[in-house]
């Protein structure tokens, strides 16, 4: 079966970063586009970022491009996030997902940006 596990979140202090990874297993890695999503407390699961299958598409929410940089390893059947100039408001449970509607995706992992 579909298996998504992130991994990576933790307490940083506003503009720090953080790097997540998401390990994927159980379909084709390969030839999925892969998607991040966040959903703070209190809000509804937002889209964050998607890239290709062989990462040559890659696209972002306007809230955190230039900030964030998605990109994966095909060979690992893995998916990461860079995170930059983080800020309070990037605050939430992130999750990585197959689907662009974020229906499919894994346990997430908790970012806190705070002083």
């Known amino acids: 079966q579909v298996q998504l596990v992130e991994s990576g979140g933790g307490l940083v202090q506003p503009g720090g970063s953080l790097k997540l990874s998401c390990k994927a297993s159980?379909?084709?890695?390969?030839?999925?586009?892969m998607n991040w999503f966040r959903q703070a407390p209190g809000k509804e699961l937002e889209w964050v970022s998607r890239?290709?299958?062989?990462?040559?598409?890659?696209y972002y929410a306007d809230s955190v491009r230039n900030r964030f940089f998605i990109t994966r390893d095909n060979d690992e059947n893995a998916l990461y996030l860079q995170m930059n100039s983080l800020k309070s408001e990037d605050t939430a449970v992130y999750y990585c997902?197959?689907?662009?509607?974020?229906?499919?995706r894994g346990q997430g992992t908790q970012v806190t940006v705070s002083s």
């Open positions: 159980g379909f084709d890695f390969r030839t999925t586009w």
């Open positions: 997902a197959k689907d662009s509607a974020g229906r499919i």
């Open positions: 890239i290709s299958t062989r990462s040559e598409m890659t």
